[in-house]
C-alpha cells in the first residue's frame, strides 16, 4: 500500500484504512492504480477530492457514490476547510502526473507549510516550467522513489516505445500479447495500432475505461480481429505461451522496469516505465530544492540521494502548531452513517411464494456478444487468428 496520513494535519492522500487515521477529515486521490486504493471501495462515505477523469473511473470501476466525489480541477488553486467552523484554511492544486490516465500531483499550501505529494509520476522538465512549480518553494517533498536506483538506467517512454516496435518488426508472422495492469499505458496500445495498421483487441472492462480517454477508434472486444492483444499481465506465463503458440505464432511483450524471471524464450520484457528514473528524480530534487523529502515507498528509502539538494530549515511536520479549530476537529470522529433500527419487533414466519395470476415469462434483454465495430478507413480487421477467453483473469487495476 503506497499512502499517507501527513503529520499534524487533516490530510491523507491515497489512505483509506479509516480505523488508522481517524483524525483526517480530507481524502485525496492521486490516481486509480491497486496499491493507491487498499480500502477504499463502494461502502465509502467521506468525500474524496481527485481529477476529473480519476472521478470517472472511480465511479466506473469501484461504483463509490457520487455523493463523496469532488473533482478538482488541475492547474487551478482550489481553497478547502481544515476545520468545522471555517477558521482554518488550505489551498490545494492537482498537476498532471505523467503517470496513468487521471494520475495527479497535489500542492498543499496551509499553517503546515507547502508540500507536494508526488504521488507515482514520471518527470519532465516541462513540470517545472509552468505554473505552480516554476514559483513555489516546497518545504516537504512526498517523492516517487519506485525507480530510486542509481545502479537502474531507464530509457524515456518515447524511446521504450520505438524499442517495442522494432522488436514487433522482427517478428513480422507473430500475433503480439501486450502484457498489463488493468490501468495504464493506453496510449502506448494506440500507437502500435497506428504503426502497424491493425486493431487492438482488449477487454470489454479496458475499452469502457479506453471510451472514458476519448482516444482513437482502434480497439475492439471482437477476438482474431487484430494482431495486437492486451492481455493481464498474469497471463504471460509459460503455460498460456505454449498454448498459444500451438496455435499460432506468438511472442508476449512486458512493458515495465521492474525485474521480471523470463519462463519462455518468447517473452520480451522492455523497461517502458511510467515511473521518473533515477537520473529524472534528482534533475526534479535539484530544480526543487525542498527542505526534506519523504519517500512515498516506505521500503526503498532515498533521501540519502539527494541531500546535497536540499534546503536547510528548522521547520518540519513533527513542530508545526497546529491551530485550535483544527485539532478539534481532527479529535472529532469521522461521523457514519447509522442505518434506523426498526421501532417494532419483528416475528420471522418464513417464506412463502405466489405466483401471480396470468404469470408470464419473464424476457431478459441480454448483451450483445460482440461490439459492432465503426468502420475505420486506416484499420483493416484481420481474420480469426486470436483464440477464445483471452480475458479470463481476474479484473485489477493494477499496479504500475
Same mark, same amino acid.
Given at each position: 500500500?503506497? $499512502?499517507?496520513? &501527513?503529520?499534524?494535519?487533516?490530510?491523507?492522500? =491515497?489512505?483509506?484504512?479509516? +480505523? %488508522?487515521?481517524?483524525?483526517?477529515?480530507?481524502?485525496?486521490?492521486?490516481?486509480?492504480?491497486? =496499491?493507491?486504493?487498499?480500502?477504499?471501495?463502494?461502502?465509502?462515505?467521506?468525500?474524496?477530492y481527485c481529477s476529473p477523469l480519476t472521478a470517472k473511473i472511480l465511479t466506473l470501476r469501484l461504483q463509490v457514490d457520487s455523493e463523496w466525489i469532488h473533482p478538482l480541477e488541475e492547474g487551478v488553486p482550489h481553497k478547502l476547510n481544515l476545520d468545522n467552523i471555517g477558521m482554518e484554511t488550505m489551498t490545494v492544486t492537482l498537476i498532471d502526473a505523467n503517470h496513468c490516465p487521471g494520475s495527479v500531483m497535489f500542492l498543499?499550501?496551509? *499553517?503546515? $507549510? @507547502?508540500?507536494? *505529494?508526488? $504521488? =507515482?509520476?514520471? *518527470? #519532465?522538465?516541462?513540470?517545472?516550467?509552468?505554473?505552480?512549480?516554476?514559483? /513555489? @518553494?516546497i518545504d516537504i517533498l512526498y517523492l516517487d522513489n519506485t525507480n530510486c536506483n542509481p545502479n537502474l538506467v531507464l530509457p524515456s517512454r518515447q524511446e521504450a516505445t520505438i524499442q517495442i516496435k522494432e522488436l514487433i518488426r522482427r517478428h513480422p508472422e507473430h500475433d503480439v500479447m501486450i502484457g498489463l495492469y488493468c490501468l495504464g499505458k493506453e496510449t502506448l496500445l494506440r500507437d502500435l495500432a497506428l504503426e502497424f495498421q491493425t486493431w487492438v483487441v482488449v477487454s470489454p472492462q479496458?475499452?469502457?475505461? &479506453?471510451?472514458?480517454?476519448?482516444?482513437?477508434?482502434?480497439?475492439? #472486444?471482437?477476438?482474431?480481429?487484430?494482431?495486437?492483444?492486451?492481455?493481464?499481465?498474469?497471463?504471460?506465463? +509459460?503455460? +498460456?505461451?505454449?498454448?498459444?503458440?500451438?496455435?499460432?505464432?506468438?511472442?508476449?511483450?512486458?512493458?515495465?522496469? /521492474? %525485474?521480471?524471471?523470463?519462463?519462455? !524464450?518468447?517473452?520480451?520484457?522492455?523497461?517502458?516505465? =511510467?515511473?521518473?528514473? *533515477?537520473q529524472e528524480l534528482r534533475e526534479f530534487v535539484a530544480a526543487l530544492k525542498p527542505c526534506s523529502i519523504i519517500p512515498v515507498v516506505k521500503s526503498n528509502m532515498c533521501e540519502a540521494y539527494f541531500k546535497e539538494f536540499l534546503r536547510p530549515s528548522q521547520k518540519t511536520l513533527s513542530n508545526v502548531t497546529v491551530p485550535v479549530s483544527v485539532r478539534g476537529a481532527m479529535m472529532k470522529r469521522n461521523c457514519r452513517r447509522t442505518v434506523p433500527r426498526l421501532l417494532s419487533r419483528h416475528v420471522p414466519r418464513g417464506v412463502v411464494f405466489e405466483l401471480p395470476k396470468n404469470s408470464e415469462t419473464l424476457k431478459v434483454n441480454k448483451p450483445?456478444? !460482440?461490439?459492432?465495430?465503426?468502420?475505420? /478507413?486506416?484499420?483493416?480487421?484481420? /481474420?480469426?487468428?486470436?483464440? %477464445?477467453?483471452?480475458?479470463?483473469?481476474?479484473?485489477?487495476?493494477?499496479?504500475?
Open positions: 500500500m503506497n $499512502g499517507a496520513i &501527513i503529520p499534524n494535519t487533516p490530510i491523507a492522500v =491515497d489512505f483509506w484504512q479509516i +480505523r %488508522k487515521c481517524n483524525c483526517a477529515r480530507l481524502f485525496f486521490l492521486s490516481h486509480m492504480h491497486a =496499491d493507491h486504493t487498499v480500502g477504499l471501495s463502494s461502502t465509502w462515505n467521506r468525500p474524496i498543499f499550501e496551509g *499553517y503546515f $507549510g @507547502t508540500i507536494l *505529494y508526488t $504521488g =507515482d509520476f514520471r *518527470y #519532465t522538465p516541462n513540470m517545472l516550467q509552468q505554473p505552480p512549480l516554476n514559483s /513555489k @518553494t479496458r475499452l469502457q475505461l &479506453i471510451h472514458l480517454l476519448e482516444l482513437e477508434d482502434v480497439f475492439t #472486444t471482437e477476438e482474431g480481429a487484430g494482431r495486437v492483444c492486451a492481455v493481464d499481465r498474469s497471463a504471460i506465463r +509459460r503455460s +498460456r505461451m505454449i498454448q498459444w503458440n500451438q496455435n499460432y505464432p506468438t511472442i508476449a511483450i512486458l512493458p515495465t522496469s /521492474k %525485474k521480471v524471471k523470463i519462463q519462455h !524464450k518468447d517473452v520480451h520484457v522492455v523497461p517502458y516505465s =511510467d515511473h521518473s528514473s *533515477y450483445p456478444s !460482440k461490439i459492432h465495430l465503426s468502420q475505420n /478507413k486506416n484499420v483493416a480487421p484481420l /481474420k480469426g487468428r486470436f483464440r %477464445k477467453g483471452l480475458f479470463n483473469s481476474r479484473v485489477c487495476m493494477g499496479e504500475h
